[in-house]
């Protein structure tokens, strides 16, 4: 089982996120245990004190560092030189930017640690001395870390076996690298990328367009290769078609992603505007 702990000053704040969908049927199935900690639950004061305003001057105020070592040493969380296992990640606009491959290191882990920052920020010595991970969720400022550590939680948690209803579904979403050499290969493919079997397979890319019933919707049909039966066919469509969404919307992407060949040419007709079905 995978342990997830959430430090914040707002604990009533996770009693939705982690009531609904994926990450509560992982609870239910003991694949993980999610406990909240309260941070005010650790200070010493008759006001519960967590921030002060910081040192030099400046607007707002800063978490003080006193509470957050405190609950994080109580958790039995050993200094960052001896995990091996275990992982304390703050939630900041000043980390890392959380991304698939992170959170499939995460998913290997027993433990994972969240610090929700809130205010003006948390004391550097937080960062400096006790986290080994800080991660932002994107280039945009929220009121607290606890929407991030929710987002963070719910991506590791749809990693872990047993947590999806289909093991393969975690493999073909979007982002979702592979190395699975296994599985067939019809379509050529770099090395190390071993895309699926024909029904799925985004290999680091945006997903692939998808359509159910009706085959026709308002005039709309659904594009024939789906329906033709040829899976390689279909594995050939699902692939361009999502190189023609990643240029559009996440070009960035694709300098993270080796191409085959034929990939490569199907850039540059989409690039130069012959996108074709």
């Known amino acids: 089982m995978m342990k997830f702990d959430l430090i914040t000053i707002f604990p009533d704040f996770f009693r939705g996120p982690l009531d609904f969908g994926i990450v509560r049927r992982a609870r239910e199935a003991k694949l993980i245990e999610v406990a909240i900690h309260d941070?005010?639950?650790?200070?010493?004061?008759?006001?519960?004190t967590v921030d002060d305003r910081p040192f030099g001057g400046g607007e707002g105020m800063v978490l003080k560092p006193e509470p957050i070592f405190e609950c994080v040493e109580g958790l039995g969380i050993g200094p960052r030189a001896e995990r091996k296992r275990e992982s304390v990640v703050m939630l900041t606009p000043q980390g890392k930017l959380f991304r698939q491959d992170v959170a499939q290191e995460l998913a290997a882990l027993?433990?994972?640690?969240?610090?929700?920052?809130?205010y003006e920020g948390v004391d550097e010595r937080v960062s400096d001395e006790l986290a080994d991970r800080e991660l932002s969720v994107g280039d945009y400022i929220l009121s607290g870390g606890e929407l991030a550590a929710a987002i963070v939680l719910d991506a590791v948690t749809r990693l872990l076996p047993g947590a999806l209803g289909n093991e393969a579904s975690a493999?073909?979403?979007s982002f979702t690298r592979y190395?699975?050499?296994?599985?067939?290969?019809?379509v050529e493919s770099p090395a190390g990328q071993v895309p699926p079997d024909s029904t799925c397979g985004s290999g680091g890319l945006l997903d692939y367009?998808?359509?159910?019933?009706p085959a026709e919707f308002r005039g709309m049909p659904v594009p024939?290769?789906?329906?033709?039966?040829?899976?390689?066919?279909?594995?050939?469509?699902?692939?361009?078609?999502a190189l023609e969404k990643t240029l559009r919307n996440r070009p960035d992407l694709l300098t993270?992603?080796?191409l085959s060949a034929e990939e490569r040419d199907w850039v540059a007709q989409i690039v130069a505007g012959g996108q074709k079905n």
């Open 209 to 213: 367009p998808h359509y159910t019933r």
């Open 39 to 48: 941070l005010r639950g650790f200070t010493h004061d008759k006001h519960r």
């Open 179 to 186: 190395t699975d050499r296994t599985v067939p290969a019809p």
């Open 256 to 258: 993270r992603v080796e």
């Open 224 to 241: 024939d290769v789906l329906v033709g039966g040829n899976h390689d066919d279909i594995r050939r469509w699902r692939r361009r078609k």
């Open 171 to 173: 493999r073909q979403e």
């Open 110 to 118: 027993d433990r994972v640690v969240f610090i929700c920052g809130r």
